[in-house]
T-cell receptor
Framework: GQQVMQIPQYQHVQEGEDFTTYCNSS?????IQWYKQRPGGHPVFLIQLVKSGEVKKQKRLTFQFGEAKKNSSLHITATQTTDVGTYFC??????????FGAGTILRVKS | GAGVSQSPRYKVAKRGQDVALRCDPISGHVSLFWYQQALGQGPEFLTYFQNEAQLDKSGLPSDRFFAERPEGSVSTLKIQRTQQEDSAVYLCASNKGGEGYTFGSGTRLTVV
């Protein structure tokens, strides 16, 4: 079945440094979504990418969808303590069902 | 409502007890999903409804797990004869279809 892998599992950065997490799917996706989960919280939707090669930006966050629609990345420029949490990618192969990766835990030292 | 509402927030069950978890999705959202999230893991798909129809239940771990959404709004996830391995956070989410999911705060189930 469809599998979504994320790396790294964990990253600890100094405030102001950049951060990137990578996501790979075992199958071609119709779209990919990114979520953020704060400690003790629930996943919160960040963005959806649909087109091959698509790049979207939200302030300091840049999201990319690969040309083959099997991989994606999230890059955060100049991290802040408010960026702390777990970032999940989740892929849709068909229909409306999301398959989540295991997430990347981001810790920011101030 | 304004968001997805789940109850109870916390549930402690003795092994072998039956539990029922409730989800009240956003009004107008036709799609409703149940996920199970173990500590330190990503959400794992359990089942999916479109209105009252259960379109996919491939993620339900065993026949002890049952979900329903009889009127196409509120949904209930029932777990019979709970086991320790059922301990997890159960997340409910809804969407209009083709959009991002809105998750509820989850129910943390602990089986002792």
């Amino acid at each position: 079945g469809q599998q979504v892998m994320q790396i790294p599992q964990y990253q600890h950065v100094q405030e102001g440094e950049d951060f990137t997490t990578y996501c790979n799917s075992s199958t071609t996706l119709s779209n990919i979504q990114w979520y953020k989960q704060r400690p003790g919280g629930h996943p919160v939707f960040l963005i959806q990418l649909v087109k091959s090669g698509e790049v979207k930006k939200q302030k300091r966050l840049t999201f990319q969808f690969g040309e083959a629609k099997k991989n994606s990345s999230l890059h955060i420029t100049a991290t802040q303590t408010t960026d702390v949490g777990t970032y999940f990618c989740a892929g849709v192969e068909y229909g409306n069902k999301l398959v989540f990766g295991a997430g990347t835990i981001l810790r920011v030292k101030s | 409502g304004a968001g997805v509402s789940q109850s109870p927030r916390y549930k402690v069950a003795k092994r072998g007890q039956d539990v029922a978890l409730r989800c009240d999705p956003i009004s107008g959202h036709v799609s409703l999903f149940w996920y199970q999230q173990a500590l330190g893991q990503g959400p794992e798909f359990l089942t999916y409804f479109q209105n009252e129809a259960q379109l996919d239940k491939s993620g339900l771990p065993s026949d002890r797990f049952f979900a329903e959404r009889p009127e196409g709004s509120v949904s209930t996830l029932k777990i019979q004869r709970t086991q320790q391995e059922d301990s997890a956070v159960y997340l409910c989410a809804s969407n209009k279809g083709g959009e991002g999911y809105t998750f509820g705060s989850g129910t943390r189930l602990t089986v002792v």
